[in-house]
């Protein structure tokens, strides 16, 4: 099988997207995480450009690593100076980096307008400046810049740039879609051409933009075209619309086009790398995203639920366990039996064909009225078990009361009775709280925590609340959602009025519900099993 060449770009392209920024640790962290990935060549960072980034490469000087190498980033020399006399190429050759990657000019417009020197005086930076770092022992990347703006400008002088990298002992030359204005199509003539030229003497790599939404098709013809690196971001961050997303690329490379890419029985790791790295920049995990998203392998229409339960590859490309990712059912009015009867399956219930259409028919009907049951497992399984004859409610209501109070000190005072019934013993209970739903939910619990004491452990993580037709004013219908969590594992429920009060209530009586039902400790602990849905 032929190996690609794995450049991560992450600490260095990828910083350069709005937004981001790490402290040296943090990218310390990166470096660790990408390595235990498997991939071949961490581009740290511009260590001439910071002191964040000097702090670094001391730090990775001291560090070791299993697969990767590190490159440091820089430059051509400046106009005017010799490359030995050239600060940031000092810097370069002072770093422990083994391989050096430095970006130079190829387009005609930059020659005139950004570094101001006739097409002589820049070959001769790009040769000399890779000449320099060779002869201090360095292994050099050469990146053209806007190759493929260059490319379709004056092809002859954009390879005669190459040549210029190369014939000075560039091991690799990365045709950069600087502005990522390129479409597949041109980037594969063009990568053809100058692996067709070039190709015997050096590696051919392809670093690619996201500017037109083909970044990773870019990269993918690049190497259909005879590249061997391939260039790339974690979850492809980056200036403008980022890089080509290195982990889209690495699935495709090996699970599509036959490529090795990562060392064999890596490629699971894929989802928790890409997970990560968006924990230590605090971005939430983008849903959507191919192969590693939580929705990559989530089904929502009902079709192609009974389509899976038949044959999973009737609707999915790959096995979601190749990438580390999982599966995922989603409930909604647009589900059929067979979603019903897989979630009943996964919390170990009985459901019949019967009880089936009758909890799928509600479903419907409540989604109607409001209810939206995707966000809500746990008051979804609780109509199930409705349905199929295995719900056990905690207690039954006799009434509840929430007086709110203004006073003229300007204090609001709420306070919350409820009366219930549980095992044929009637409870009482008043509570204050900061809002109706705390001092109801603080009533509920003191009623009943005697007979549930785990209750206590039960704490409500988030509240969303939606108004759903906005245009009936105060008496529209109000959505509530409720997270809660025992602290291991986390649940959603939903209640739907046009009170919000009882709609709070109704969530509420569900959150806490649902963990005390019979069976459900042993459900829990299989889901425990399973790959969380982050
Ligand atoms: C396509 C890419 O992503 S390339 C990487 C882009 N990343 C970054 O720019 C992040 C890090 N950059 C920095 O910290 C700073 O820009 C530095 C330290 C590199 C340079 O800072 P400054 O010296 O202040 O220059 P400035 O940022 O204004 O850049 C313009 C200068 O760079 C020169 N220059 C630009 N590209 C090149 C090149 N490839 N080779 C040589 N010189 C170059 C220009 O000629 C100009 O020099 P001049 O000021 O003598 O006319
Ligand atoms: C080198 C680089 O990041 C580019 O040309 O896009």
């Given at each position: 099988m032929t190996q690609i060449q794995l450049y991560d770009a992450t600490l260095r392209d990828g910083m350069q997207g709005e937004g981001m920024s790490l402290t040296a640790a943090e990218k310390l962290r990166v470096v660790h995480k990408l390595d235990e990935l498997g991939?071949?060549?961490?581009?740290?960072?511009?260590?001439?450009?910071?002191p964040k980034e000097e702090e670094l490469f001391a730090l990775l000087a001291r560090e070791s690593f299993v697969n990767a190498e590190i490159a440091a980033f820089g430059m051509t020399r400046?106009?005017?100076?010799?490359a030995a006399d050239d600060p940031a190429l000092r810097v370069l050759v002072d770093s422990f980096a083994p391989v050096c990657t430095i970006v130079g000019k190829t387009w005609g417009l930059h020659l005139e307008k950004?570094?101001?020197?006739d097409r002589e005086e820049n070959l001769a930076m790009i040769a000399e400046s890779v000449a320099f770092l060779r002869e201090q022992g360095k292994r050099v990347v050469y990146d053209a810049e806007h190759f493929f703006d260059a490319w379709r400008d004056d092809e002859a002088y954009a390879l005669r740039c190459l040549r210029a990298a190369a014939d000075a002992g560039a091991e690799t030359l990365a045709l950069c879609d600087t502005n990522g204005s390129s479409l597949p199509h041109q980037i594969a003539a063009a990568t053809a051409r100058v692996v067709d030229e070039l190709g015997d003497a050096v590696r051919v790599a392809i670093h690619c933009h996201n500017d037109c939404e083909c970044g990773v098709a870019n990269s993918l013809a690049a190497v259909d075209a005879g590249a061997r690196q391939v260039q790339g971001t974690v979850n492809g961050?980056?200036?403008?619309?980022?890089?080509?997303?290195l982990v889209s690329i690495i699935a495709n490379l090996e699970l599509k086009m036959g490529y090795e890419a990562?060392?064999?029985?890596?490629?699971?790791r894929l989802t928790e790398t890409a997970h990560y790295v968006d924990e230590l920049l605090n971005v939430a995990p983008?849903?959507?995203?191919?192969?590693?998203?939580?929705?990559?392998f989530a089904h929502k229409g009902g079709l192609h639920v009974a389509g899976v339960r038949a044959d999973a590859t009737t609707f999915e490309h790959v096995d979601p366990a190749l990438v580390g990712n999982h599966r995922d059912l989603l409930v909604s009015e647009?589900?059929?039996k067979a979603t019903v009867v897989e979630k009943a399956e996964e919390a170990g219930l009985a459901v019949d064909d019967a009880a089936a259409a009758r909890v799928i028919e509600r479903v419907k009907e409540l989604e109607h009225e409001g209810h939206q049951f995707e966000a809500a497992d746990a008051s979804f399984e609780l109509l199930m078990r409705r349905e199929s004859g295995e719900y056990e409610p905690l207690f039954t209501l006799e009434s509840w009361r929430v007086i709110v109070e203004k006073r003229e000190d300007g204090k609001v005072q709420t306070e919350a009775t409820i009366k219930l019934w549980a095992d044929g013993e009637r409870y009482v209970h008043t509570a204050e709280g900061n809002g109706p739903v705390h001092a109801l939910d603080a009533a509920l619990r003191g009623a009943i925590t005697e007979r549930h004491?785990?209750?206590?452990?039960?704490?409500?993580?988030n509240f969303k609340v939606r108004i759903?037709?906005?245009?009936?004013?105060?008496d529209a219908r109000i959505r509530v959602l409720v997270d809660a969590s025992d602290g291991t594992e986390t649940w959603g429920s939903i209640g739907v009025s046009t009170n919000l009060i009882e709609a709070s209530w109704q969530a509420l009586v569900d959150s806490l519900e649902h963990p005390m039902q019979p069976g459900r400790a042993d459900v829990a602990q299989a889901a425990a099993a399973r790959p969380a849905r982050t």
């Amino acid at each position: 099988m032929t190996q690609i060449q794995l450049y991560d770009a992450t600490l260095r392209d990828g910083m350069q997207g709005e937004g981001m920024s790490l402290t040296a640790a943090e990218k310390l962290r990166v470096v660790h995480k990408l390595d235990e990935l498997g991939v071949h060549l961490i581009e740290a960072g511009f260590p001439a450009s910071n002191p964040k980034e000097e702090e670094l490469f001391a730090l990775l000087a001291r560090e070791s690593f299993v697969n990767a190498e590190i490159a440091a980033f820089g430059m051509t020399r400046r106009r005017d100076v010799a490359a030995a006399d050239d600060p940031a190429l000092r810097v370069l050759v002072d770093s422990f980096a083994p391989v050096c990657t430095i970006v130079g000019k190829t387009w005609g417009l930059h020659l005139e307008k950004v570094v101001r020197v006739d097409r002589e005086e820049n070959l001769a930076m790009i040769a000399e400046s890779v000449a320099f770092l060779r002869e201090q022992g360095k292994r050099v990347v050469y990146d053209a810049e806007h190759f493929f703006d260059a490319w379709r400008d004056d092809e002859a002088y954009a390879l005669r740039c190459l040549r210029a990298a190369a014939d000075a002992g560039a091991e690799t030359l990365a045709l950069c879609d600087t502005n990522g204005s390129s479409l597949p199509h041109q980037i594969a003539a063009a990568t053809a051409r100058v692996v067709d030229e070039l190709g015997d003497a050096v590696r051919v790599a392809i670093h690619c933009h996201n500017d037109c939404e083909c970044g990773v098709a870019n990269s993918l013809a690049a190497v259909d075209a005879g590249a061997r690196q391939v260039q790339g971001t974690v979850n492809g961050i980056g200036e403008r619309t980022g890089n080509a997303n290195l982990v889209s690329i690495i699935a495709n490379l090996e699970l599509k086009m036959g490529y090795e890419a990562l060392p064999a029985g890596h490629l699971d790791r894929l989802t928790e790398t890409a997970h990560y790295v968006d924990e230590l920049l605090n971005v939430a995990p983008d849903p959507n995203q191919p192969f590693v998203g939580r929705n990559a392998f989530a089904h929502k229409g009902g079709l192609h639920v009974a389509g899976v339960r038949a044959d999973a590859t009737t609707f999915e490309h790959v096995d979601p366990a190749l990438v580390g990712n999982h599966r995922d059912l989603l409930v909604s009015e647009l589900a059929g039996k067979a979603t019903v009867v897989e979630k009943a399956e996964e919390a170990g219930l009985a459901v019949d064909d019967a009880a089936a259409a009758r909890v799928i028919e509600r479903v419907k009907e409540l989604e109607h009225e409001g209810h939206q049951f995707e966000a809500a497992d746990a008051s979804f399984e609780l109509l199930m078990r409705r349905e199929s004859g295995e719900y056990e409610p905690l207690f039954t209501l006799e009434s509840w009361r929430v007086i709110v109070e203004k006073r003229e000190d300007g204090k609001v005072q709420t306070e919350a009775t409820i009366k219930l019934w549980a095992d044929g013993e009637r409870y009482v209970h008043t509570a204050e709280g900061n809002g109706p739903v705390h001092a109801l939910d603080a009533a509920l619990r003191g009623a009943i925590t005697e007979r549930h004491p785990h209750l206590a452990d039960i704490e409500l993580v988030n509240f969303k609340v939606r108004i759903l037709d906005e245009t009936k004013g105060s008496d529209a219908r109000i959505r509530v959602l409720v997270d809660a969590s025992d602290g291991t594992e986390t649940w959603g429920s939903i209640g739907v009025s046009t009170n919000l009060i009882e709609a709070s209530w109704q969530a509420l009586v569900d959150s806490l519900e649902h963990p005390m039902q019979p069976g459900r400790a042993d459900v829990a602990q299989a889901a425990a099993a399973r790959p969380a849905r982050t």
